[in-house]
């Protein structure tokens, strides 16, 4: 099956990246564009100088949705493909044509757990949510008056929450693993185990203090929240 959308992480070095995702258990997929996936995750690590952390959208023809999203937000052009920023600063890039990628999804095999989408917080919720809409996203829990909103295609969840919705670190964007209260602490162990560098350790939710939940980014700065719901 092909995969219509790809996550994007720059990187000062593709073999610190390759490291980092290999340690954590995501097979390589290409290496012309480098291309890694947990099973559930397809993410590019992509060594260009001007390339920003953010998601790739494929499709035949943009022109038409180019047309309705200018009333939302500005389209820049570049080398014949176009990418927007939406309010989140999250960087969507629009690529014409067919997926580099065509690949099978399967449960997920690597050491974090079970993957969630990418989660954004977003200076604008409604316009965001607007953005993604036009983009094939459409709605599926929450709303903007709620302050969060999930948002899916055939290949991607996109959770948007409004400013200040979280009393941790927020990496826009971030990968979301979601593994339960079991399994989360399991999990945050193998990571320590895997000596990779945690960017918090959060007690936030937790009554007694105990760190049930991290985050830690890869070596492009991509943000991966670690949670147990």
């Known amino acids: 099956m092909t995969q219509n959308c790809v996550i ?4 000062p070095n593709v073999q610190t990246s390759l490291n980092f995702y290999s340690k954590l258990g995501f097979k390589t997929l290409s290496n012309e564009p480098t291309i890694v996936s947990d099973g559930q995750a397809f993410v590019e690590i992509n060594p260009d100088r001007y390339a920003r952390a953010g998601v790739k959208l494929f499709h035949p023809d943009w022109s038409g949705i180019i047309k309705s999203l200018e009333s939302e937000t500005k389209i820049v052009q570049n080398n014949g493909d176009f990418f927007l ?3 989140s600063g999250v960087w969507i890039y629009l690529i014409a044509g067919g997926s580099p990628l065509s690949y099978e999804k399967e449960p997920c095999f690597s050491v974090l757990g079970n993957f969630a989408g ?6 604008d919720l409604a316009r965001s949510v607007r953005i993604w809409s036009l983009l094939g996203f459409k709605p599926t829990i929450g709303s903007p ?5 999930s948002m899916l295609n055939d290949d991607l969840a996109v ?5 200040l919705s979280c ?3 927020f990496f826009n ?4 693993y979601f593994n339960g209260k079991e399994n ?3 999990i945050i162990e193998k990571v320590k185990d895997l000596e990779i560098p945690i960017a918090e350790e959060i007690t936030h939710f937790n009554a007694e203090g105990i760190v049930d939940n991290i985050i830690i980014r890869d070596p492009g700065g991509y943000g991966f929240f670690i949670f147990n719901d």
Do not use: F
């Not at 994007?8 to 990187?11: C, E, M, V």
């Not at 959770?159 to 400013?163: A, F, G, L, R, V």
């Not at 964007?173 to 979301?176: K, M």
């Open 8 to 11: 994007q992480t720059p990187t």
């Open 85 to 87: 920023v939406d309010p």
């Open 118 to 123: 990418i989660s954004l917080e977003s200076a």
């Open 145 to 149: 008056d709620s302050g969060w909103v």
């Open 159 to 163: 959770s948007i929450m409004k400013p």
């Open 167 to 169: 009393p941790h670190l």
């Open 173 to 176: 964007p971030s990968l979301t």
């Open 184 to 186: 989360n602490p399991k």
